[in-house]
């Protein structure tokens, strides 16, 4: 069974920095054969939302305007393992943060992902 696993959250005060990992397990699960990975993230009571996404080789990224300059999105297909470098958090960045994995193309949609991790909270204090 594939399974995307996240860690890597927790509790930052506003200001502060967290780097999420999202790991591949599972019999021959491979990142790289991933054409998109992503993040979204769901605060309580709202929808979840696209967050960053990068494509195969690295060489194109993309992000939310909301996290625009403060996150960092990057792979390490040696690893087989994505991360969300998170800086100058925000109370409104306070939310479980989702991996996901898309055979298509890079996308913000989050119908267009196939695989999905459990999810890690991220608690940002004021």
């Known amino acids: 069974q594939v399974q995307l696993v996240e860690s890597g959250g927790g509790l930052v005060q506003a200001g502060g920095s967290l780097r999420l990992s999202c790991a591949a397990s599972?019999?021959?699960?491979?990142?790289?054969?991933?054409?998109?990975m992503a993040w979204f993230r769901q605060a309580p009571g709202k929808e979840r939302e696209f967050v960053a996404a990068?494509?195969?080789?690295?060489?194109?990224?993309y992000y939310a305007d909301s996290v625009k300059g403060r996150f960092t999105i990057s792979r390490d297909n040696a690893k087989n393992t994505v991360y969300l470098q998170m800086s100058s958090l925000k109370p409104d960045d306070t939310a479980v943060y989702y991996c996901?994995?898309?055979?298509?193309?890079?996308?913000?949609?989050?119908?267009?992902?196939?695989?999905w991790g459990q999810g890690t909270q991220v608690s940002v204090s004021s």
């Open positions: 996901a994995g898309s055979g298509r193309e890079i996308s913000a949609l989050d119908t267009t992902f196939q695989f």
């Open positions: 599972g019999r021959t699960f491979n990142i790289y054969a991933m054409n998109a």
């Open positions: 990068i494509s195969r080789t690295g060489g194109s990224t």
